[in-house]
């Protein structure tokens, strides 16, 4: 997860708070000390950590807890709440037709940056063209290529072309019919006045809507004046942090950053071209507390289940009502397959922070590709049917998977589990609610009609 570290020590404040025996000012003392330290090891600026922590400490001692809400809810709510002012600083970019211009230093991440920006956008539905306008560095074209044809979006170059404004004039033209057009500049390795020059030439003939500077978020804190000074030079309207998934600079960068004119837009989150995320101050916060981002998940499958609608309305109202088969356990692992790492979709679920740590992804991710291997040696009956799985069935399925009965069974298992769970769902008036509310496409009524006349779980609530 992005920021794990300050995210467990965050979480360590909450813990504090909603274990201790009453509300008082000695504890209120004690958390803001915690919450100091936090995010001083987290690279925040002194400034900031202290201004967020004398904001708590009097909220915390003067405000009156809404109606209905404990004294350590109330606190909970604050340091929640200035965790998300510390960080919230504007808009996202906007889902519609529109030219980005992306600048920055050498070794930022910026042709990558738009290979993902590209992928981002056509996922969202538009049509999306990659404009080469890097001229100094050989490769740069030829990487925007490949990152193209990745991600199913025309690019443009001209190889040999030193004139980096042209590039642009023609791309822009070549492109008049994309709904999204991205532009990748060329870099130095300190702000120069040539530079300067040229992404100001840029500028003037892209009119882009956005002017998007890419950061290494490794720069912490220095991410601040690198942002301030890009903004002066060309009017920068938004950031990108990169590679926030493995440093421990990453709060530095976002809070330095966010105080500035330009407000972030994208954290690079990891290698895979789908990691790159739309900042979301409030999101961003729920996760790091442990809260989860249910919204964020579900963005993730409408994407990457485009097409699958029914399928997946299908699963869902079968995980509700109980009717839970190895064919909707096949389902729900590819999607999770089809999603990303199972890592990150864990850290989108509410409260799983206190299991996370105990959980080997890579050895539980090995483990579904497994199951997956066994089902396919599995009949349609037999998947439907999963009670018909015995004896020399787990034998033949087992020479067909190329494993041991042992595996197949464990699997029987696991889905035995599982449907117990789902089971438990099912009766729980609350959670399946709280589904429905979620995903939106399970009628309730029909639901409740097949609940009460015994669904295949047997009774009703």
């Given at each position: ?34 919450l ?8 925040v ?56 211009m ?42 925007l ?7 199913g ?15 642009v ?6 492109f ?11 870099g ?11 992404i ?28 301030k ?55 961003f ?14 963005e993730i ?11 997946m ?7 509700m ?32 922070n206190?299991?996370e ?6 050895a ?74 979620q995903?939106?496409?399970v ?19």
């Open positions: 997860m992005v920021l794990d570290g300050l995210g467990k020590s965050l979480r360590s404040v909450l813990d504090r708070v909603n274990g201790s025996a009453a509300i008082d000012e000695a504890l209120i003392k004690d958390v803001a000390k915690e100091q330290r936090a995010l001083l090891q987290a690279d600026n002194v400034q900031l950590v202290l201004k967020l922590t004398n904001n708590v400490r009097t909220r915390a001692l003067e405000e009156k807890p809404a109606a209905g809400k404990s004294a350590k809810q109330h606190v909970t709510r604050i340091i929640y709440e200035e965790l998300v002012n510390l960080l919230k600083n504007g808009e996202p970019i906007a889902l519609k037709p529109q030219t980005i992306l600048v920055g230093l050498y070794g930022q991440g910026k042709t990558t940056s738009a290979g993902k920006l590209a992928n981002y956008f056509i996922k969202k539905g538009f049509s999306v063209g990659l404009i080469g306008a890097d001229v100094y560095r050989p490769a740069a074209l030829d990487q290529k490949q990152l193209g044809a990745k991600v979006a025309e690019v443009y170059g001209e190889p040999g072309e030193s004139d980096a404004v042209k590039i004039r023609n791309g822009l033209e070549k008049a019919d994309k709904k999204i057009r991205i532009i990748d500049t060329s130095r390795h300190a702000l120069e006045d040539d530079l300067i020059e040229e100001i030439g840029i500028s003037k003939v892209a009119n882009a809507d956005e002017r998007v500077l890419v950061l290494d978020s490794q720069v912490g804190q220095q991410a601040g004046p690198q942002a000074a890009f903004n002066e030079a060309v009017d920068v309207s938004g950031v990108i942090l990169t590679k926030m998934d493995g440093t421990a600079k990453g709060g530095g960068a976002l809070s330095a950053v966010a105080t500035t004119n330009a407000r972030i837009v994208f954290l690079g989150v990891g290698e895979h071209i789908r990691d790159l995320e739309a900042f979301d101050a409030d999101r916060i729920s996760r790091l507390l442990g809260m989860g981002d249910l919204a964020g998940l579900v499958a409408k994407e990457e289940m485009a097409g699958e609608e029914e399928d309305e299908a699963l869902a109202r079968n995980m009502s109980g009717h839970f088969t190895l064919t909707d356990m096949y389902a729900q692992m590819k999607a999770v397959k089809k999603m990303g790492a199972l890592k990150k979709l864990v850290g989108l679920l509410p409260g799983m206190k299991v740590d105990k959980i080997d992804f890579d539980s991710q090995a483990k579904l590709d497994q199951y997956r291997v066994i089902m396919d040696s599995m009949t349609k009956q037999e998947k439907d049917e999963p009670a018909l799985i015995k004896g020399k069935r787990i034998e033949r399925i087992a020479k067909g998977a190329g494993v041991t009965p042992h595996d197949v069974k464990e699997l029987l298992k696991q889905y035995n589990n599982s449907k117990k769970m789902m089971g438990s769902v099912s009766k729980d008036r609350k959670m399946r609610k709280k589904m429905q509310k995903f939106g496409n009628d309730p009524k029909a639901l409740e009609e097949f609940q009460n006349s015994g669904g295949l779980n047997g009774g009703s609530e």
